[in-house]
């Protein structure tokens, strides 16, 4: 076996000391949202020197053993597009990770094509890794050998890919960029939640926008049936109906669980098990008076402010500097810096590079390579 699987206190005591005396480590998160209903931590895979572990954080508490290694930046972090599971660690277990080498930064910012970790290690290694349990229900037990053997492949040749990639960085000029680009991404992934207005559901269902107010009102009652039913069963909230079934569920005014059935795409399971609760509540939609209704909401139904005409023109101008460099570079234009920062730019006309580089998403080396001729399209003085 080429792994080592840590689910009982002895094995978690050996992966421990292994990171206690290592100076990097390669990591990798395992979550069970497209299954459960919470995106919760299932599975870590850690290669430290040369073993591979895998560990168990629905059987063991992962923070005793990597909470003090993975905050320590003198430790590198080698991990493949980290962004989702940097999430995953802060959430569930309040780690918020230092001393990260995102492989998938390095690679765009090399300009590589086919930036996922399967078509590096092929192009690189010949490795070829299976996409077998990219869908894999994580959160269930017992895990199949062979799927503890696919999740370990995902961190078992980061070190050799990382070597390469900081090599080729360091040639291009760019490990700079590398590094900040990986403390952003380590900084926005531990930064406090956004304060703002609460989530509504109806906005997250494409084409609620178009609904009368009594029908948003109904849809609005409907998600909500569907959360609760998700949560007690732990299952992701589109496999117990998706959101067209339920659109066209509240479409025609359900009156019985047989008109639940009739709706191509509604499970019947569903419909006759749950239905009739999902019933009377759109029958209180439709009797509520108009005072009760809750519309799509009004900010969301504006959209953002569009920029105004000059604002995009300015824009334009600045995206040629942008692309005439990424272009120059090899690299993606939105690598380089994105058409949203570029907005921003327009919008908020910095006057020096220290004005420029206080606008979000203008890291150092974007002020570096692209800011005194930003400044010059925006008319001031470098």
């Known amino acids: 076996m080429s792994y080592i699987h840590v ?14 005396l290592a100076d990097r480590v390669a990591l990798d998160c395992e979550a069970a949202g497209f299954h459960r209903y ?37 430790v590198q972090i080698v991990m493949h597009g980290a962004d989702f599971d940097l999430r995953l660690l802060g959430g569930d277990l309040g ?34 890794l ?19 053997e696919y999740a370990a492949n995902d961190t078992r040749y980061l070190f050799e890919l990382a070597d390469q990639l900081a090599a080729e960085l360091a040639e291009a000029g760019r490990t700079d960029w590398a590094e900040q680009e990986c403390r952003a991404l380590e900084a926005a992934a531990g930064g406090p939640a956004v304060v703002g207005e609460p989530d509504d559901p109806v906005l997250r269902v494409k084409g609620a926008r178009e609904l009368s107010p009594r029908q948003v009102t109904a849809l609005r009652t409907a998600l909500v049936w569907r959360d609760e039913i998700a949560r007690a069963a732990d299952r992701a909230i589109f496999r117990v ?31 006759r098990t749950e239905g009739e609760a999902l019933v009377r509540r759109l029958q209180s939609v439709a009797d509520a008076p108009d005072e009760a209704l809750e519309p799509y909401p009004r900010s969301t139904q504006r959209g953002p402010g569009r920029p105004t005409p000059e604002v995009e023109e300015l824009a334009n101008r600045l995206k040629d500097v942008r692309n005439r460099r990424a272009d ?16 921003a730019i327009a919008t908020e006309a ?24 930003l400044l010059e399209v925006l008319g001031a003085r470098v």
Not at 14 to 19: F, I, T
Request: some cysteine.
């Open 7 to 20: 689910d009982t206190e002895r094995a978690a005591h050996g992966l421990r000391d292994a990171l206690a």
């Open 38 to 74: 919470s995106n919760r931590l299932c599975l870590m895979q850690a290669t430290v020197g040369t073993q591979t572990y895998i560990f168990d954080p629905l059987a063991l508490d992962p923070v005793p053993v990597f909470g003090e290694v993975l905050e320590r930046p003198d």
């Open 95 to 128: 780690i918020r990770l230092r001393g990260l080498f995102d492989t998938q930064i390095a690679a765009g910012l090399l300009g590589l094509e086919g930036l996922g970790l399967a078509a590096l290690l092929d192009a690189r290694f010949g490795v070829k």
């Open 130 to 148: 299976s996409k077998k349990y990219q869908r894999a229900d994580w959160a269930d037990r017992p895990l199949s050998d062979d799927m503890l």
């Open 241 to 271: 109906v998706g959101d067209g079934p339920l659109l066209d569920a509240v479409a025609i005014h359900p009156r019985s669980v047989e008109d639940l059935v009739a709706v191509q795409g509604f499970p019947g399971r569903l419909a």
């Open 328 to 343: 120059e570079l090899g690299l993606p234009r939105g690598t380089v810096l994105s058409n949203s920062v570029l907005v």
């Open 350 to 373: 910095p006057r020096s590079l220290e004005e420029l580089g206080a606008i979000d998403g203008m890291r150092p080396w974007r002020v570096e390579l692209l800011g005194a001729e």
